[in-house]
C-alpha cells in the first residue's frame, strides 16, 4: 500500500480495546456467549476500517494539503494523549504487580526518549522492555509455599508451538456494536496523522506527501 517506503508498522489501534470492553458488558448484549459478542464488536471493527478508506479517498481527491489544514498539531496531539489517558487504567493494574520494575521501565523509555541519539530515540519502548527482562535475570522470589522461583520463568516459551494461529471468529454486524466501535475510528485516525507526521520528522522525509498520507490510511483500514 505505502510502496515499501514508510518505516512504520500500520495496523489495529489499541483505542479499539475500550471499545471490546464497553461492547461485552453492554446491557443489550446481556446472556450472549462471549464469542457472539466478540464477533458483533469485530463487525464494528469492520465498519472502522472501512471509514480509514473513506478518509484516505478525501486525502487522494482534495490533496493533503486541503485536509491536513483541519489536523494541525493542536488536533493530532490530544487525540494520542487521550487514547494514552484511555488505557492508563490498564496500565495501573499491570504496574501494580511490581511497581518498582515498572519504574524501571518507565525510566529507561524516559531518558532513551528524551536523550537517546540516533536509533535509541526510536526505539524506546523496546529498550525499556529489554532493559526490564535484563533487570529481573536471576531474580527470585518465595512462592506461596516459600520456595524460591525465578521471576522470569520460559518454560511456557519453551513448551510453544514454533508457528500458532488465533482463533479466527467471522465478524456480525450489529448497529449497537456499530456505534460503539466505529466512532473510535476517527481517534484512531487522529493518532495515526499525527504518527506519520512524528515518523517524518525523526527521518527527515515527508512522508505525508510521498507516498501520502492516503496511502498510509489504506494500509491501517485494511489491516484494521
Known sequence: CTKFKVPAFLGSSFAYLGG????????????????????????????????????ALLFKVLGAKTVMR???????????????????GSAITNASSCWWLALVSMAII??????????VKIIPILLGVVG??????????????????????????????????????????DVSAVLVMAPIAIAAMMEHI??????????????????????TLIGDGIAT
Open 20 to 55: 471490546f470492553s464497553t461492547v461485552a458488558s453492554m446491557p443489550a448484549y446481556d446472556g450472549l456467549d462471549p464469542e457472539l459478542k466478540l464477533a458483533y464488536a469485530l463487525g464494528g471493527i469492520v465498519i472502522a476500517g472501512l471509514l480509514y478508506l473513506v478518509l
Open 70 to 88: 483541519y489536523f494541525p498539531p493542536i488536533v493530532t496531539g490530544p487525540m494520542i494523549i487521550m487514547i494514552g489517558l484511555n488505557l492508563s
Open 110 to 119: 524516559v531518558v532513551a526518549n528524551i536523550w537517546g541519539k540516533g536509533m
Open 132 to 173: 526490564s527482562y535484563a533487570t529481573l535475570c536471576g531474580a527470585q522470589l518465595p512462592d506461596a509455599n516459600g520456595v524460591m522461583q525465578p521471576l522470569v520463568n520460559f518454560a511456557s516459551v519453551g513448551e510453544a508451538h514454533l508457528i500458532g494461529f488465533q482463533k479466527f471468529i467471522l465478524a456480525k454486524f
Open 194 to 215: 499525527g504518527d506519520m507526521s512524528a515518523i517524518s520528522a525523526t527521518v527527515g522525509r515527508n512522508f505525508i506527501e510521498d507516498p501520502g498520507l492516503h496511502r
